[in-house]
Each structure stands twice: as structure tokens, then as C-alpha cells.
């Protein structure tokens, strides 16, 4: 049933964008379910550049199809920083992400893109110029948080892999809750 209902998805979603829908047997594969945080059957995620969104909610098509709608069609939000007084500025916000990284880095960008539209309401900023000019390595993440004990920073010669910086980024999000 589930592998029609799928079937069925994909040839509505081909429409949509250059998707290509897959199935992994992760009762068999415990890499992929630790890799996917797959706790239920069935675990339908989408990937894009390398970072994933799980899907949440009634394992009907109409919802499916809407969901990765909202993503396909979400245009990244990035607002690009040049100046030490603009990243001072934005870096004032409850949460923000900023990221360095060279221009000629796609992969970088394609990363930051696809954060962006998976997290529509976290505020993504490149680091550029100026702004950028205390980084001492050529790939930087800064997750800046104010409700806790302040800011997380990922940095390198090069970017790892889209997973994690995911991870990163999905580690620091929040505050940390003690009891």
C-alpha cells in the first residue's frame, strides 16, 4: 500500500522541482536510522544539498506534497553583512547564524541556501568583507545565541560535510535546559 502511495508522490512531485524520491530499509540499516534520527516507520525526509528536513505529521499525499511545496518554493533568506557595525547589529538579535565562507565555495553556499529554507524563521547572515576580517580560518559558523551562555563556533580550512554542520546547527539552536 505504502509503496503506491509513494509511487504516486513521486510522479506528483517530479512536476514540482528536480526531486528524486528513494527508499532505504532502515529496520535492516542502523547506520541510516541513527543517520536519519528515524524513530517510526515510515520516515519520510527531504534532503536538499546535503542537509535534511524530517517530516512530521499525517502520512497522507495532499500534506506530503504541500510540505515539500513550502520548501521547494521557499527562496533562501541570507542577508549578507560587509561592515563590523551591520554583524554587530544583527548579531543583537535573540538568535542568529552567521557564516563565512570564500566566494568561491558552491558548496558553502548551497548549505546556507538550503539551511535557510529548512529554517525560515532563524535569521541566516554571510560574512563578508569587514565584517568577516577577525576569522582567522576560511569556512566559519557562528551560532549566536543571548539566552544562555552565549555563542557556538564551527570553523575549519574547509566546511565539513552538510550533515554536520546540520548537526551543529541543530545542537546549538536551542538553550540548554538543566533540571
Avoid: C
Avoid at 546535503?50 to 511545496?69: L, R, T
Avoid at 557562528?142 to 575549519?156: A, Q
Amino acid at each position: 500500500v505504502f509503496e503506491g502511495f509513494m509511487n504516486k508522490l513521486a510522479e506528483r512531485i517530479d512536476r514540482l522541482a528536480n526531486i528524486k524520491i528513494g527508499k532505504i530499509d532502515i529496520k535492516n540499516n542502523m547506520k541510516a536510522q541513527r543517520l536519519l534520527k528515524a524513530l517510526y516507520l515510515p520516515h519520510i525526509a527531504l534532503f536538499v544539498h546535503g542537509v535534511y528536513k524530517q517530516y512530521e505529521g499525517n502520512i497522507e499525499e495532499e500534506a506530503i506534497y504541500k510540505w515539500i511545496d513550502s520548501i521547494v518554493t521557499e527562496r533562501p533568506n541570507i542577508i549578507k553583512i560587509t561592515t563590523k557595525a551591520e554583524r554587530k547589529e544583527y548579531e543583537a538579535n535573540e538568535m542568529a547564524v552567521g557564516v563565512k565562507y570564500a566566494d568561491s565555495d558552491a558548496n558553502a553556499e548551497n548549505v546556507l541556501n538550503a539551511l535557510s529554507k529548512l529554517y525560515p524563521k532563524v535569521k541566516f547572515y554571510r560574512l563578508m568583507k569587514d565584517a568577516a576580517s577577525g576569522i582567522k580560518t576560511p569556512f566559519e559558523m557562528t551560532v549566536v545565541r543571548k539566552f544562555d551562555e552565549g555563542d557556538k563556533s564551527l570553523s575549519g580550512d574547509n566546511m565539513p560535510v552538510a550533515m554536520a554542520v546540520q548537526n551543529f546547527f541543530d545542537m546549538f539552536k536551542n538553550p540548554y535546559v538543566l533540571t
